[in-house]
Structures are given as C-alpha cells and as structure tokens.
C-alpha cells in the first residue's frame, strides 16, 4: 500500500533504540525525511548512518533532554516546519507507592509525562500555524490496565491517554490530528534486558529470558517494527479520520489475565 508520506519531515524523540528507531526505519522506507532526537549523540549517529546507508532521505540528530523545556524550545527553533511528531521519549521505573520516591517520579514525569506535553504544546502551535501535521504519542498499555507494581508508569501513561484524547478530540477543527499508540510488551533491549535478569533470577540461565514470553499473547512479545508500522499508517493520509484515540498493540494483552 502506498501511503504517500514520501518527502514529509518527521521528528521522533527517543529515536535511537527500541521502538523509536524501528519507527526512524519504517519511515524512512516510505521516503520520509527524519529528524531523530535522544540523549545519546553516539547511538543517534549509528542510527542516522544506518538509514541514510539504505535510503534516499534526509537524516538529522539531535542530542537533548527532553526533560529540560529548553529543547523543547530549541527543537521548535530550529524545525517549526515538520509533519510529523512522534512521541517516544521516556521510561518510567518500575515499583509500589513505597519504592517510587517524590524524586524519582517527578524525574520520571519530567521526561515521559511533562516532555510529551511540552512537544505538543509547541509543534501543535506550530502545526496549527501551517495547517496541516499529525502528532502520534507513544504511551502503554500499564495506562489501561493498571499495575500497582509500576504506579509511576501506570498513572503517567493513563495521564498523557487522556491528553491525548482531549488535544486529538478537537485537532481536526484546527487541521491537525493527533493519536496515542499503547504498546504492550515489545521486544526492546530494555524488556529483554529485564527479561534476561529474570531469567537469570529464576532459572539460573539468563539464555533461558525466552521462556518468559510464552505466557503472552501467541507466545512472543511484540516487535518494535509492528509499531513503527502502525504510526507510518496513523501518519499517512489514509488514516485521515484517525484523531482523539489510541490505539492498542499488544495481542490483546489489556483483556486477558497477568502478562507474567
């Protein structure tokens, strides 16, 4: 299916692992120019010489804390002209009321909760400006069905659900579209890493972390292609009617019983 995206500009934070650069890479496939931003200038580069290796598009990288409101600033700066905004930056820790301290869960929000707000409040203005753009964040599915274990997580994601849907529910008035993706658990070096440890922790054998998927939906976790696939459609024209909701990827994980 072609989805006419070829030419349009993207920015995409957390974009240098994960399902960030499986999204830079999914778009660059479809002729999308790409503007990658994550807090390490290093694995920014890898992936920005990976996709321009492959692809005829144009790849900028961008070293910034998103936390900090003054990237914010100086990406609106400096690409007040993009199409596409997709939200990805942040991973919030894990743990009960007792173990997420007053600091870490304003460092965590800081980054995934406020960051993503930020974005919107500037590239929305922008976007408004030209008439035109989609913005898609990336939240999770803790925001539906809840975690006490991953209280931080869980509250920020079901926060920014209903930013999501209150900014996308009126966009289309102002030509603009906005979307939430809640992924579930997708193979990322982030949940392999843990599943690994646990492993490790249960069996002895850290090799063994595949085990761990089998309770899951079809037996595996998500990979983080199916991701970036669903936001080059949410982005394209196709889904043109698409704003104000998220979309669920997570083999169907939020209606079933404990993932682990």
Request: charged share 20%; glycine share 14%; net charge neutral.
């Amino acid at each position: 299916m072609e989805l006419g995206l070829r030419g349009r500009t993207a920015l995409i934070t957390g974009a240098s692992k994960g399902i960030g650069r499986a999204t830079a890479e999914v778009l660059a496939e479809e002729g999308v120019n790409l503007i990658l931003v994550s807090r390490t200038l290093h694995d920014l580069n890898t992936v920005r010489d990976a996709i321009a290796a492959r692809h005829n598009v144009n790849v900028r990288v961008h070293a910034y804390d998103l936390s900090d409101s003054a990237n914010v600033d100086r990406l609106l700066a400096e690409h007040a002209d993009i199409d596409i905004l997709v939200n990805n930056a942040g991973a919030i820790p894990g743990g009960d009321i007792a173990e997420i301290t007053e600091s870490i869960w304003r460092t965590a929000w800081d980054l995934k909760v406020f960051g993503y707000i930020n974005m919107c409040r500037a590239f929305y203005g922008a976007m408004k400006a030209l008439g035109r753009g989609v913005i898609i964040n990336i939240l999770g599915m803790a925001g539906e069905k809840m975690d006490r274990g991953y209280i931080a997580g869980s509250s920020g994601n079901a926060s920014l659900m209903a930013f999501t849907r209150a900014l996308g529910g009126g966009a289309g008035d102002d030509g603009l579209r906005v979307v939430g993706i809640n992924p579930g658990a997708i193979a990322t070096e982030r949940l392999v890493g843990m599943m690994r440890k646990r492993a490790q922790d249960r069996f002895g054998d850290a090799d063994r972390w595949g085990d761990l998927m089998k309770p899951l939906p079809m037996g595996r976790a998500g990979d983080p292609r199916e991701i970036g696939v669903m936001v080059a459609f949410l982005a394209s024209d196709i889904s043109a009617y698409t704003t104000g909701t998220i979309i669920t990827i997570d083999g169907g994980a939020a209606n079933r019983g404990p993932m682990f």
